[in-house]
T-cell receptor, first 114, second 111 residues
């Protein structure tokens, strides 16, 4: 089944404790992206990747890191999480490099930073 | 400053009637628009899109209308069904590799 998977689905952590949210897709998509969703703000892009070893900042990259060593995986790293990073996070992927191509989203990771 | 606005946080519609979800944008350079639908505990899924060279695009029960002069687009769902109850996001192509998203409208279809 074609899908985007994220782990963990739920995470409660404390300020400053490094964490990684994994994202994997099995559709051989070139483009992958991370978003955060906050009430009243819709989805805001954190980072995106056009292909392996090609990443770039989105609208809200501060406090986050990503890597794209393999085509299928695009982990999101929070080196020192803070309470303002409490949010719902989505990973997405799409075929080719055109942003207008349909994006396939993972189920989301709800992160709480205390 | 939000460039894509969905001013109605929620909308309630009777089953079988038309649902109209609205979206306004401020940047006249946006040239492509998309609607995504989101159920609870799931990621958004693509619904329908429209290029700025068109004013209408139809796919089954779903039609998107674009009014460039008013910087306004709308999604029409006819007839509305219970399975249409979800949050609907409008998004605009804000650059080569980015989408600018609205805050979403929660659609509730009443039986």
């Amino acid at each position: 089944e074609a899908q985007v998977t994220q782990n963990p689905r739920y995470l409660i952590t404390v300020t400053g404790k490094k964490l990684t949210v994994t994202c994997s897709q099995n559709m051989n998509h070139e483009y992958m992206s991370w978003y955060r969703q906050d009430p009243g703000l819709g989805l805001r892009q954190i980072y995106y990747s056009m292909n392996v070893e090609a990443t770039d900042k989105g609208d809200v990259p501060e406090g986050y890191k990503v890597s794209r060593k393999e085509k299928r995986n695009f982990p999101l790293i929070l080196e020192s999480p803070s309470p303002n990073q409490t949010s719902l996070y989505f990973c997405a992927s799409s075929f080719g490099g055109a942003i207008i191509n349909e994006q396939f989203f993972g189920p989301g990771t709800r992160l709480t930073v205390l | 400053d939000q460039q894509v606005k969905q001013n109605s946080p929620s909308l309630s519609v009777q089953e079988g009637r038309i649902s109209i979800l609205n979206c306004d944008y401020t940047n006249s350079m946006f040239d492509y628009f998309l609607w995504y639908k989101k159920y609870p505990a799931e990621g958004p899924t693509f619904l329908i899109s429209i290029s700025s060279i068109k004013d209408k695009n139809e796919d089954g029960r779903f039609t998107v209308f674009l009014n460039k002069s008013a910087k306004h687009l709308s999604l029409h769902i006819v007839p509305s069904q219970p399975g249409d109850s979800a949050v609907y996001f409008c998004a605009a192509k804000g650059g080569n590799y980015q989408l600018i998203w609205g805050a979403g409208t929660k659609l509730i279809i009443k039986p």
